[in-house]
């Protein structure tokens, strides 16, 4: 797959197959893990393992046998779906949700005695069956925490006519659970400010400063986005007072997870899911990839944000320096870099009425070409994707974020291109999280236009970007 041009090159990915949620992260020691949902045997959802990748600095990793795989005849004879991973008074422990045709979902759990790197199964499920008076579309996916001594799990859920919920679970050993009720439960008929879905996906529950923050990924026979949700935690419930698109990428940024490491920071990783057909899968013989690793941060607007660690600067290697310069009404500036692997930093005065855009990955006749526009009088940062692709089979469709630029605030853009994959941070406190497929080999290009009004161009720096393998 070396020549595979749609593959990224420094995102984390299996050699091969089905890759989806991120599952366990935790630092043990001085090693990160990344676990994740796997299919060993091809590009599709199915018999999913758990896989594994170890590394000490959250860029380079290396692959680690399988963790889990289904036992046949046991709870997760069909699956082992996604979990968590947690520091039992040192004990390396995984609680995952075992998974058996047609729909039988069960929190299980598992150790390990040498460094994370084979692992024993608790017997029997930790959960035998989900609370019976609660008519559920889901019972799948953890978070778990010890508090006062006590360990709490969250499971992600759904009430059928009433919208997604996490139920809250209690134990004193992470063998025997108590449910204590839902922790939330959403409305599926409020659409403001955002649509919050019929069941709630991989949460992951935790404190950030003095703000209880809860993620989940909305999830209605196909997966939607992930939200955050900010509020106040109190005798086993969750008041949210905001709540809001953690990315605006939609589909391509879901299933999140985190860890706290030792530094204190909070890293998260998720899956961004393909944007074609199975078709091109199948043939491509691989789905999946993460994103950067970022660091969980409140920005200064009160919401929730995700940006790249400092520690992605070790893959820059030649730097372009791009001069100031305003580019005119009806305007094309092209910038002097071609690339598939670059970051992309660019300071914009876009006008006070009208649009500024910059185009990607294009190619010189702007038949290929993905453009990001920003509406000054709307307040929206655009990821336009109608003609990211001359393929016939891949997503067409344009993402929005909500951007409000004060008075003389420069729209700053941080870009990340890594083969299928664009990465986009603005003013660290939006992202949007996309795949492209640019079939043409010289759509390689960025420029900057001008629409009605002129763009000033206050500086910019482009470099490109090792591999990490």
Same mark, same amino acid.
């Given at each position: 797959?070396?020549?595979?041009?749609?593959?990224?090159?420094?995102? #984390?990915?299996?050699?091969?197959?089905?890759?989806?949620?991120?599952?366990?992260?935790?630092?043990?020691?001085?090693?990160?893990?990344?676990?994740? /949902?796997?299919?060993?045997?091809?590009?599709?959802?199915?018999?999913?393992?758990?896989?594994?990748?170890?590394?000490?600095?959250?860029?380079?990793?290396?692959? /680690?046998?399988?963790?889990?795989?289904?036992?046949?005849?046991?709870?997760? =004879? +069909?699956?082992?779906?996604?979990?968590?991973?947690?520091?039992?008074?040192?004990?390396?422990? !995984?609680?995952?949700?075992?998974?058996?045709?047609?729909?039988?979902?069960? *929190?299980?759990?598992?150790?390990?005695?040498?460094?994370?790197?084979?692992?024993?199964?608790?017997?029997?499920?930790? @959960?035998?069956?989900?609370?019976?008076?609660? +008519?559920?579309?889901?019972?799948? +996916?953890?978070?778990?925490?010890?508090?006062?001594?006590?360990?709490?799990?969250?499971?992600?859920?759904? @009430?059928?006519?009433?919208?997604?919920?996490?139920?809250?679970?209690?134990?004193? $050993?992470?063998?025997? &659970?108590?449910?204590?009720? *839902?922790? !939330?439960?959403?409305?599926?008929?409020? #659409?403001?400010?955002?649509?919050?879905?019929?069941?709630?996906?991989?949460? +992951? #529950?935790?404190?950030?400063?003095?703000?209880?923050?809860?993620?989940?990924? =909305?999830?209605?026979?196909?997966?939607?986005?992930?939200?955050?949700?900010?509020? =106040?935690?109190?005798?086993?419930? #969750?008041?949210?007072?905001?709540?809001?698109?953690? $990315?605006?990428?939609?589909?391509?940024?879901?299933?999140?997870?985190?860890?706290?490491?030792?530094?204190?920071?909070?890293?998260?990783?998720?899956?961004?899911?393909?944007?074609?057909?199975?078709?091109?899968?199948?043939?491509?013989?691989?789905?999946?990839?993460?994103?950067?690793?970022?660091?969980?941060?409140?920005?200064?607007?009160?919401?929730?944000?995700?940006?790249?660690?400092?520690?992605?600067?070790?893959?820059?290697?030649?730097?372009?320096?791009?001069?100031?310069?305003?580019?005119?009404?009806?305007?094309?500036? &092209?910038?002097?870099?071609?690339?598939?692997?670059?970051?992309?930093?660019?300071?914009?005065?876009?006008?006070?009425?009208?649009?500024?855009?910059?185009?990607?990955?294009?190619?010189?006749?702007?038949?290929?070409?993905?453009?990001?526009?920003?509406?000054?009088?709307?307040?929206?940062?655009?990821?336009?994707?109608?003609?990211?692709?001359?393929?016939?089979?891949?997503?067409? $469709?344009?993402?929005?974020?909500?951007?409000?630029?004060?008075?003389?605030?420069?729209?700053?853009?941080?870009?990340?291109? $890594?083969?299928?994959?664009?990465?986009?941070?603005?003013?660290?406190?939006?992202?949007?999280?996309?795949?492209?497929?640019?079939?043409?080999?010289?759509?390689?290009?960025?420029?900057?236009?001008?629409?009605?009004?002129?763009?000033?161009?206050?500086?910019?720096?482009?470099?490109?970007?090792?591999?990490?393998?």
């Amino acid at each position: 797959m070396a020549g595979d041009q749609q593959r990224p090159r420094y995102h #984390f990915l299996p050699p091969a197959n089905w890759m989806n949620d991120p599952n366990g992260l935790i630092q043990w020691e001085d090693t990160f893990h990344l676990f994740y /949902q796997y299919n060993p045997t091809g590009a599709y959802h199915r018999q999913i393992h758990w896989g594994h990748a170890t590394s000490h600095d959250l860029i380079h990793w290396q692959h /680690q046998p399988l963790a889990l795989s289904p036992t046949p005849g046991g709870a997760d =004879a +069909d699956g082992c779906w996604s979990g968590c991973a947690v520091d039992d008074h040192g004990t390396p422990t !995984l609680i995952y949700t075992g998974f058996r045709l047609p729909e039988v979902q069960q *929190p299980c759990l598992a150790v390990s005695h040498d460094s994370l790197q084979t692992w024993q199964k608790w017997p029997e499920p930790i @959960i035998a069956a989900p609370p019976p008076e609660l +008519d559920l579309l889901g019972f799948r +996916d953890h978070t778990v925490w010890q508090e006062q001594g006590v360990w709490h799990m969250l499971i992600g859920s759904g @009430i059928r006519g009433q919208g997604g919920t996490v139920l809250l679970y209690r134990s004193p $050993d992470l063998r025997h &659970w108590e449910y204590a009720g *839902p922790l !939330l439960i959403g409305d599926a008929g409020q #659409f403001d400010p955002v649509w919050t879905g019929l069941l709630w996906e991989c949460p +992951d #529950f935790f404190a950030l400063g003095d703000q209880q923050v809860l993620v989940c990924s =909305a999830w209605d026979q196909r997966p939607y986005y992930t939200i955050a949700m900010i509020g =106040a935690y109190r005798d086993g419930r #969750f008041v949210p007072h905001t709540t809001h698109k953690l $990315d605006y990428g939609d589909a391509h940024f879901y299933a999140p997870q985190t860890m706290p490491i030792r530094d204190g920071r909070r890293i998260m990783f998720a899956w961004s899911m393909e944007g074609r057909s199975e078709e091109s899968i199948a043939a491509a013989g691989w789905a999946g990839v993460m994103t950067l690793p970022r660091e969980v941060k409140i920005a200064g607007d009160g919401q929730i944000v995700t940006l790249p660690v400092n520690e992605v600067q070790q893959l820059r290697q030649h730097e372009i320096v791009v001069p100031a310069t305003r580019v005119m009404p009806h305007d094309v500036h &092209w910038l002097p870099v071609h690339g598939a692997q670059l970051e992309v930093e660019l300071i914009l005065r876009p006008p006070r009425h009208g649009t500024c855009t910059v185009m990607l990955r294009a190619s010189p006749d702007g038949s290929e070409v993905t453009v990001l526009r920003y509406n000054s009088q709307t307040a929206t940062l655009t990821l336009d994707r109608r003609r990211s692709s001359l393929a016939g089979d891949v997503w067409r $469709d344009a993402h929005h974020a909500p951007l409000a630029l004060h008075n003389d605030e420069p729209l700053a853009l941080r870009i990340f291109l $890594d083969a299928s994959l664009i990465e986009v941070f603005a003013n660290e406190c939006r992202s949007i999280t996309s795949r492209i497929y640019p079939t043409r080999p010289d759509s390689m290009g960025i420029a900057i236009c001008a629409d009605e009004a002129a763009v000033d161009l206050l500086a910019g720096r482009v470099w490109e970007m090792a591999g990490i393998w």
